[in-house]
């Protein structure tokens, strides 16, 4: 039965006759509030902003099993490395004043970049999926600049979490309460007993500084439904080409599912996991 509603599904999308909204790699952000922070040209950031958890859930990020997210990345380990006591927390909700918090944040030292946190660099998994993609295609111009601008190596890595140190030290006086406490989720982690450390967890979506010179920018939804598209062309296209073989079910020749079961992003229904559910089959 799920072979020939795929068969039925492909020839569908081939046709023109099936208007696909969703793809496998494209999911929504955890239900939590984050931080929106554009890069500039130059491959620094240039903006930070809190978003509330109602708006950050609706981004968008790639994805493949919930590895190499972009650009939605979640921060495993604080930014900064400190030799801040393990009940830091307590001391930190117990102060009420903002200028206080601000005032904890700043005595940091935000030329010691913790090497452990190493989550805001691009995976050459995503470098495959999206370049070929966005190449000569303005719809994804904003998406293409954002990928050229992201950290590809260690050293780059480390020259762009030194720049964002930098710009939020900067930046911090101007915060706002909820913002600062995200901040603070990033520069300085929270203490997590059974990891024996200060880890984050804290999601930053990125985006391009420059939107004015883009038909779209990254967090624009029209910009997320044209990538869909062209993903789903593109598996059209690559099915077009697989290997046949005989399926055991049907007993016909065709593309053949021989990867884990499929994950789809269904409508209304959201993350969907098929899998046999035939007691009779060990």
Not at 114 to 136: A, E, M, R, V, Y
Not at 144 to 168: G, H, K, V
Not at 197 to 212: A, C, H, L, N, P
Request: aromatic content about 10%; charged content about 30%.
């Amino acid at each position: 039965m799920i072979n020939e509603l795929y068969m039925m599904t492909q020839v569908l999308k081939e046709k023109n006759l099936l208007k696909v909204t969703t793809h496998g790699d494209i999911d929504k952000s955890a239900q939590k509030a984050g931080i929106y922070v554009e890069i500039a040209r130059d491959g620094k950031p240039k903006n930070i902003e809190y978003v509330p958890k109602e708006k950050f859930e609706k981004f968008w990020k790639h994805s493949k099993g919930g590895h190499n997210s972009f650009p939605v990345i979640r921060i495993q380990n604080a930014m900064i490395k400190h030799d801040l006591p393990k009940n830091f927390d307590n001391t930190w909700n117990k102060i009420k004043r903002k200028s206080e918090k601000i005032e904890i944040l700043l005595q940091l030292n935000y030329d010691s970049y913790n090497p452990k946190s190493n989550d805001i660099i691009i995976s050459q998994w995503t470098l495959g999926q999206l370049l070929p993609i966005c190449k000569d295609n303005p719809p994804l111009e904003a998406l293409n600049a954002l990928i050229n601008r992201f950290p590809r190596n260690r050293e780059e890595q480390e020259d762009f979490y030194l720049a964002f140190l930098s710009f939020a030290k900067n930046q911090l006086v101007s915060f706002e309460d909820p913002l600062i406490e995200l901040m603070k989720g990033i520069l300085i982690g929270r203490w997590d007993k059974g990891k024996d450390r200060f880890i984050s967890g804290i999601q930053i979506f990125f985006d391009v500084y420059d939107g004015y010179a883009f038909q779209y920018k990254v967090m624009d939804l029209k910009l997320k439904n044209v990538l869909i598209k062209e993903l789903n062309k593109r598996d059209i296209s690559e099915n077009k080409t697989l290997k046949v073989d005989n399926c055991q079910l049907t007993g016909s020749l065709q593309v053949l599912e021989k990867d884990k079961y499929p994950s789809p992003n269904l409508p209304n229904l959201g993350k969907s996991y098929l899998y046999s559910n035939n007691r009779d089959i060990p």
